[in-house]
């Protein structure tokens, strides 16, 4: 395990976490969703009660047994997501976002199940865009010196390499870290391992080795610790 802290440096800290993927939902069944294992989150929550933290974990849409020694508020929407985040933040020291919120949800969700038109045609979805939860965490701390960290999975594009996306998303989003994930290909999701860069809103960046969710976990911690207030 590739720890720099040391064994406690989270005691007497409170610290949330959020995991998985949102549901927005088009009518009882049916939903649009992000993809998210949760593995990430849950691995950021276990590591940070190992190492001394209280945490409260808001885990949408996972299928993966709660960790022990950490609070779980469950939630399958970004508005409830946001609710729960916001509302577990107001007395904490660190957030970590490491859930996938949808972006989208549809305008109207249908109260009864949608049926097919008997013409063979298919319904147009209208979306509006979800909040940004990220942005409104870190442009309106609940307190001061509070560590705000994002993730970003990027897999670089025309506008940008995934480090220059990086660098921009966490100068937008307003955080003190980013956790950037080169995701190119699809590789990364529901696996056991993860290969990520932290940056820092100070300039700073740590490449962190590639390793389990677990060692990324305590990485996280590790940048997140001597910043705390
Ligand atoms: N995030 C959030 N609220 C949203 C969307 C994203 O809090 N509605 C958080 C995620 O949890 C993550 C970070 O913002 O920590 C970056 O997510 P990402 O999807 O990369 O950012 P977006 O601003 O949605 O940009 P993109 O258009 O690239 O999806
Ligand atoms: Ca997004």
Redesign the pocket.
Known sequence: LARGGAESDLAGRHVVV?AGGTREYLDPVRFLGNRSSGLQGYALARAAVSRGARVTLVSANVTLAAPAGVDVVAVET?EQLRAAVLAATAEADAVV?????A?FRPTNRSENKIKKAADGSAPALELEQ??????EISHHRARAGQVVV?????TGDASGSVLELGRS?LA??GCDLLVVNDVSGGAVFGSERNDVVILAADGDAVDVPEGSKVSVAHAIWDAVAPRLA
């Open positions: 959020s970004t976002m490491a859930a996938a919120p972006d979800n909040p940004d939860i990220l942005a994002g993730f970003a999975a990027e998303k937008r989003k």
